[in-house]
């Protein structure tokens, strides 16, 4: 193992990973410890497995809720978030930060296969770099979040009184065509029965 390998390879220390707790603390203070939703956590995983694979997450993953004390992370092409994550109201931890190691650790393993190593160099230009990519773009204030319009709420009534409107309208419309195929029809049976009359006056005078 040359020195490049035995640099990349070497467990980076605590003091390393200050840089990232400073971003996960900020986020933690300027939301409140917010936890993301399960909406919000299969939108990052997405978003950064296509910024860092090059490439959109397989559509076979699926993804669920879990609690307690289990930790988030995928098994059997199954990504279980827990957003409620205990561990998040002590000392340094918090919702997001939980969220982004469990992902950043993943997708390390994603990217580099067996070569990856846990907490070395890769491991923290990774976690810093999605930590930072997610700060910088206020995910963790809810801009991931949609906003969903108030569906407007109609009176039955107005909505029956509207619906009758539409009913006679139709009708009406109805009428007026019946009547122009009536006119229509009625004009082309006096045209026979004139014919038919002359036809038949003729017969009788021969």
């Keep these: ?65 879990t609690s307690g004390i289990r930790h988030s992370w995928c098994r059997y092409s199954t990504w279980k978030f827990n957003v409620n994550d205990p561990d998040a109201e002590y000392q340094w931890h918090n919702y997001w930060r939980n969220i982004i190691h469990a992902i950043s650790h993943w997708i390390e393993y994603r990217k580099f296969g067996n070569e990856a190593r846990i907490h070395n160099l890769d491991s923290f230009i990774m976690e810093k770099s999605i930590a930072k990519y997610i700060y910088e773009r206020k995910w963790h204030m809810g801009t991931l979040v949609r906003k969903t319009k108030p569906k407007p709420v109609i009176d039955k009534n107005t909505l029956m009184i509207n619906r009758l409107k539409k009913n006679i309208s139709s009708w009406k419309t109805k009428i007026k065509r019946a009547d122009t195929y009536i006119s229509k029809y009625e004009k082309q049976l006096k045209y026979y029965e004139k014919k038919v009359s002359k036809m038949e006056s003729a017969i009788a005078d021969n």
Excluded: T
């Design 1 to 65: 193992m040359n020195k490049v390998d035995k640099l990349f390879n070497k467990k980076q220390s605590h003091e390393k990973y200050k840089e990232i707790n400073d971003i996960y603390q900020k986020m933690k203070d300027e939301n409140g410890n917010r936890a993301p939703s399960l909406k919000e956590c299969v939108s990052i995983l997405k978003r950064i497995y296509r910024w860092k694979m090059k490439r959109v997450m397989p559509k076979y993953y699926k993804f669920e809720e």
